[in-house]
T-cell receptor, first 116, second 116 residues
């Protein structure tokens, strides 16, 4: 069974600084997707970024980028120029790419605080 | 383009009552997923449905829980004879069919169920 581990229950960053959130996963599959979702106090789940495992290039979305290390099964999220609105729970998630179950497997989350 | 709609946003039930949670997927999406989030936890997969079919219910408790996605109308997650341990946030997500397998899941705002 696939598992996702986020080893940092809480992180904090100063406004305008950079922070990296860690995620590791365990799978025997070779083809899959990885995601980072953001959950602000409103509790809405918002997609931040996604990565296809077959792509070697790391995904980027504006101030958000990932460091995908397939051999190490590591998928960290870097937030540059942190803003107060980035404060939220961040969840790493895994899904196999095709065939079988389409379910997302989530980590337990990292609570990010942004200090002004 | 409206996002995933869930109602009610908050639901209070007494022990032994029934809870019905509704989810309308995004326009053009034919795949629906239900997840449960307990306090201080990540989201846990419950069930994956396509129109009129349950594809994967491996995360559903064996008793009291059922889900459907009829040809017309929203998807329904039904919890019979609720107990206090059912108190949680229930999220629905939807995705489009794409080249024979599904793509990113987009989440609704969730329904927070409180059992008294």
């Amino acid at each position: 069974a696939q598992t996702v581990t986020q080893s940092q229950p809480e992180m904090s960053v100063q406004e305008a600084e950079t922070v990296t959130l860690s995620c590791t996963y365990d799978t025997s599959e070779s083809d899959y997707y990885l995601f980072w979702y953001k959950q602000p106090p409103s509790r809405q789940m918002i997609l931040v970024i996604r990565q296809e495992a077959y792509k070697q290039q790391n995904a980027t979305e504006n101030r958000f980028s990932v460091n995908f290390q397939k051999a190490a099964k590591s998928f960290s999220l870097k937030i540059s120029d942190s803003q107060l609105g980035d404060a939220a729970m961040y969840f790493c998630a895994y899904r196999r790419r095709q065939g079988g179950s389409e379910k997302l497997v989530f980590g337990k989350g990292t609570k990010l605080t942004v200090n002004p | 383009n409206a996002g995933v709609m869930q109602n009610p946003r908050h639901l209070v039930r007494r022990r032994g009552q029934e809870a019905r949670l509704r989810c309308s997927p995004m326009k053009g999406h034919s795949h629906v997923y239900w997840y449960r989030q307990l306090p201080e936890e990540g989201l846990k997969f419950m069930v994956y449905l396509q129109k009129e079919n349950i594809i994967d219910e491996s995360g559903m408790p064996k008793e009291r829980f059922s889900a459907e996605f009829p040809k017309e109308g929203p998807s329904i997650l039904r919890i019979q004879q609720v107990v206090r341990g059912d108190s949680a946030a229930y999220f629905c997500a939807s995705s489009p069919p794409l080249s024979g397998y599904t793509d990113t899941q987009y989440f609704g705002p969730g329904t927070r169920l409180t059992v008294l």
